[in-house]
C-alpha cells in the first residue's frame, strides 16, 4: 500500500506560480497529477515515467506547468506558472505500476487526498 501526500496549494493572483509536492511513501512508478474544478469531473494535468525522463501534458497546462520528480525522496513536484483563474481546483496526485506516463485516471492506483488550489482574478 502506497501513500500519497500532497503540499503546496493556496490562493494566488492570475500570472503567479505555486509548487505542488507529492510525497509518497513507497517507492512508484509512473505518478501523476490531476484536478477537479469545482462542478466539474475530475480531469487530466500532468503525468511522468518512473525515470523522468518521459512527461505528458494536457493541452490546457503545457508550457505554463512542468512535472519532475525526485526519487531519492520519492517525491513528484508540478510548478505551475502563469495561473489563471481557470486553474482553480483541487489538485490530486496519483501513482500506479505504470510504465509510461498515462493520462487515464482509471490506471492510477494510489491517490491524494488533494490539495485546493485558487488563482484569483
Known amino acids: 500500500q502506497v501513500q500519497l501526500v500532497e503540499s503546496g496549494g493556496g490562493l494566488v493572483q492570475a500570472g503567479g506560480s505555486l509548487r505542488l509536492s507529492c510525497a509518497a511513501s513507497g517507492r512508484t512508478f509512473s505518478m501523476a497529477w490531476f484536478r477537479q474544478a469545482p462542478g466539474k469531473e475530475r480531469d487530466f494535468v500532468a503525468s511522468?515515467?518512473?525515470?523522468?525522463?518521459?512527461?505528458n501534458y494536457d493541452g490546457s497546462v503545457k508550457g505554463r506547468f512542468t512535472i519532475f520528480r525526485d526519487n531519492a525522496k520519492n517525491t513528484v513536484y508540478l510548478q505551475m506558472s502563469s495561473l489563471i483563474p481557470a486553474d482553480t481546483a483541487v489538485y490530486y496526485c496519483?501513482?500506479?505500476?505504470?510504465?509510461?506516463?498515462?493520462?487515464?485516471?482509471?490506471?492510477?492506483?494510489?491517490w491524494g487526498q488533494g490539495t485546493q488550489v485558487t488563482v484569483s482574478s
Open positions: 511522468i515515467n518512473w525515470s523522468g525522463g518521459s512527461t
Open positions: 496519483a501513482a500506479g505500476a505504470l510504465l509510461g506516463p498515462r493520462a487515464n485516471q482509471n490506471e492510477y492506483r494510489y
